[in-house]
């Protein structure tokens, strides 16, 4: 990997008033003044905002995990921790329990759902490891997983040799399937990516078929967040059956995994800037985006929606 780039790349995102120490309760309120700001300038161009925003993280994923060639890495999202301590534990196979809170997170949405002999479509499948995740054990009779990134493809075209699993690139503004093809659709942790929301729950509506399930996750600012739930609440094809904000979620399975991955890094890197680096990317506990969770600056929400018979 190019640290530099990377390095500029974080930095470019986290902005300027992350890099000046400040007082968490005046951050919140400078940070809400500048969310007001764009809320102005942005009603009047609303779709400048969008296009910068969603292009610039799929700039991220791409220079990040298009370089990164370690075959372990299999999941790319910030995990979920069950906050009920009586739950049931999920059960998984040890060669899956390293990736514990990622899988955890894709169980909270999939397990609403029974997918048993279904064709379930995954949208931004990153490196795969969800779509395997569901294969193997919500055993859809097809599981298929669209990515834009090629590198991601081609690693899980690789990596993936199970039956009933398959890969192919393809934007989820466009996706390449027939309309009401497909029973269930699920999406964690990419849309942000996505320069038209509309556009892509119009494709999802479009493939799904009527009763299937769009089972769905992502982050944002509060007004972001508020600005999805709408959309999603009044969508005519869509309806939502049930909103979860699962920031408090999100927040513990980073803090649960932090020590371990704190532990990788300190093998892998000796300079403080590189493990400072890597610990921003991860969202370690007390870096910079762990704190925008922990502070509601950023909230993570999942959602339930069904295809609806317009007839
Ligand atoms: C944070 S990763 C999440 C991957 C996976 N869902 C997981 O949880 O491991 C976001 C993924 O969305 C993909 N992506 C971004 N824009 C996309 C688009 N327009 N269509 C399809 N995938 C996209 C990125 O390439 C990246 O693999």
């Known amino acids: 990997m190019k640290l530099g780039q990377l390095e500029a790349e974080v930095k470019s995102r986290k902005g300027f008033w992350m890099n000046i120490k400040l007082p968490r309760k005046l951050r919140q309120a400078l940070l809400s003044i500048k969310d007001i700001f764009r809320l102005i300038i942005y009603s009047v161009f609303p779709r400048l905002e969008d296009i910068r925003k969603r292009r ?21 999202n910030w995990g979920y921790a069950p906050l009920d301590k009586q739950q049931e534990v999920l059960h998984l196979e040890p060669e899956d329990e390293p990736w514990r809170s990622s899988i955890q997170l894709y169980h909270h949405l999939t397990s609403q759902v029974d997918l048993r002999g279904l064709k379930v479509l995954e949208v931004g499948c990153g490196r795969g490891g969800g779509c395997n995740f ?8 097809q599981m298929i997983g669209v990515d834009l990134m090629k590198a991601n493809i081609e690693f899980c075209s690789n990596k993936y040799a199970i039956d009933g699993l398959s890969f192919r690139q393809a934007d989820a503004e466009a ?25 892509f729950y119009r494709e999802v509506a479009r493939v799904l078929r ?20 709408h959309i999603l609440n009044n969508h005519y094809e869509l309806s939502l059956i049930r909103t979860q904000d699962i920031t408090a979620n999100v927040v513990e399975a980073l803090r649960n995994c932090s020590a371990q991955k704190k532990k990788m890094l300190l093998k892998e890197f000796q300079d403080d800037k590189q493990i400072q680096f ?26 339930l929606l069904q295809r609806v018979n317009l007839g």
């Open 210 to 229: 009527i009763g299937g399930f769009f089972l769905y996750a992502d982050f944002g600012s509060e007004w972001e967040m508020a600005k999805l739930k």
């Open 134 to 141: 569901i294969r193997r054990y919500s055993k859809p009779s």
């Open 56 to 76: 610039g993280w799929r700039r991220h994923y791409d220079r990040i995990f298009g370089e990164v060639q370690d075959d372990f890495l299999t999941f790319m």
């Open 278 to 303: 890597f610990s921003d990317l991860a969202r370690l506990e007390g870096s910079w985006g762990f704190n925008r969770f922990r502070d509601r600056m950023e909230v993570y929400f999942s959602f």
């Open 175 to 199: 996706l390449p399937f027939d309309d009401g093809s497909i029973d269930v659709v699920v999406n964690i942790e990419s849309s942000h990516c996505y320069p038209d929301l509309d556009r």
